[in-house]
């Protein structure tokens, strides 16, 4: 295991409440991404981080939002929840990105917005 | 922005058989790693693989970044081979919709 760990791993949650998604690790790895996975899509880039207090919007980050205030946490959250953001998330960690790094995933977390 | 393409979307196999799993991109590729999802959930690294050829048991993998393609080839298929293989690459790894792969004893 890549010494990430992703909690909770499973919730249910009603529309409009707030949620947050942890992602921890223990690799000291600057880079840190937040994919959500859904049938027919793959997984797809909602926010990552390139270091502590530096993070940056992916392709489906529109209702989330992120917080890294020390290198081993990286926090997901949903503002108000809503039944499309019902989903599973991944949690992923790489030394560096762009050239020549190799991203590791957690286990995912399956959230289910009712 | 980048696209990633993987053919086919699904393989029915019959143990012991070989196959080839595709990934072409829309722009020259670098980063490229394939994934297997197991029926649990997890992705589990197969290869890093930017470019070139690299093998880890009945599974090979080779990438040509300037063609912008790579194959995984599974040789052998066991029924533990059954998942998504996905493909992702590039500077925030972009990924492909997966190839669901079932192997039939």
């Known amino acids: 295991d890549a010494g990430i760990t992703q909690s909770p791993r499973h919730k249910v949650t009603e529309t409009g409440t707030p949620v947050t998604l942890r992602c921890h690790q223990t690799?000291?790895?600057?880079?840190m991404y937040w994919y959500r996975q859904d049938p027919g899509h793959g997984l797809r880039l909602i926010h990552y981080?390139?270091?502590?207090?530096?993070?940056d919007k992916g392709e489906v980050s529109d209702g989330y939002s992120v917080s890294r205030s020390k290198t081993e946490d990286f926090l997901l959250t949903l503002e108000s929840a809503t039944s499309s953001q019902t989903s599973v998330y991944f949690c992923?960690?790489?030394?560096?990105?762009?050239?020549?790094?190799?991203?590791?995933f957690g286990q995912g977390t399956r959230l289910t917005v009712v | 922005g980048i696209q990633v393409e993987q053919s086919p979307p699904d393989l029915i196999l019959q143990e012991g058989a070989n196959s080839t799993l595709r990934c072409n991109f829309s722009?020259?590729?670098?980063?490229l790693q394939w994934f297997h999802q197991n029926p649990w959930g997890q992705l589990i690294n197969l290869f890093y693989?930017?470019?070139g050829t690299k093998q880890n048991g009945r599974l090979s993998a080779t990438t040509v970044a300037t063609e912008r393609y790579s194959l995984l080839y599974i040789s052998s298929s066991q029924t533990t081979d059954s998942g998504v293989y996905f493909c992702?690459?590039?500077?925030?790894?972009?990924f492909g919709a997966g190839t669901t792969v079932t192997v039939r004893a």
């Open positions: 690799e000291n790895h600057r880079y």
């Open positions: 992923a960690i790489s030394k560096k990105a762009g050239m020549n790094t190799e991203a590791f």
């Open positions: 992702a690459g590039y500077y925030k790894l972009s």
């Open positions: 722009d020259s590729v670098n980063n």
């Open positions: 981080s390139y270091g502590v207090k530096d993070t």
């Open positions: 693989i930017p470019s």
